[in-house]
């Protein structure tokens, strides 16, 4: 089994690392993460410049680009195989509820659900970022579970595991997304030339988390997975806008 990992967090981060080591000893893996932090980029691609693949020294390529770019470029471009699986992670924090809108951790992984390959993205629910080997372990139990029973490709998976011990984990739920109230405002600051600058205010407290929601499995030690789609459309309004394009 070929498996292509990727972040948005950038090469260099614990997680990706934590995830590596531990499906290393399941699979052939591929490395391919942006050069830095990339969190927020959603499901972006760069269009205005060349990108360029580098490798560090431990093997894991990266790319001056985001997470989007990375799955992508190493799919059509990098790669000479077409992978069996991409991992996406392991975030540093919870990417829950409308968080999986703006989240690059899960774009990476949309990526090769897009290009038809089974994708997971894992995230590590919490602030305090201590049990990287809690959602390592999970992981490497998902893509056994793939081994023994194959996905249908193609699927995704968001998967959020609670930040704490393995042994303390609750099972597995398969839920819905939750929902967050409206993010924070911006912040204010000065910078040292004395320009007003903003920073983009923190996500909102959670407005529906309610049982079968993502927060409420990972709120009681389970790891959620949330079973994602990419069509958009509103189909309960389709009617409503053809009558209203009909007036």
Known sequence: MRILLSNDDGYFAPGL?????????????TVVAPER???GAS???TLDRPLQFRQAPNGFYF???TPTDCVHMAVTGMLDFLPDMVVSGINSGSNMGDDTIYSGTVAAATEG???GIPSIAVSLAGRKEQHYDTAAKIAADLVLRHQ???LQAPVLLNVNVPDIPYE???GYEVTRLGKRHKAEPVVKATNPRGETVYWIGAA???ADAGPGTDFHATEHGRVSITPLQMDLTNFQQMKYASDWVGK
């Open 17 to 29: 690392a934590a995830l590596y080591q531990s499906l290393s000893e399941l699979a052939e893996i």
């Open 37 to 39: 932090d990339k969190s």
């Open 43 to 45: 499901n972006s691609l």
């Open 63 to 65: 790319l001056n680009g």
């Open 113 to 115: 659900f897009l290009l």
């Open 148 to 150: 023994r029973s194959p």
């Open 168 to 170: 303390q984990v609750q």
């Open 204 to 206: 909102g407290a959670v």
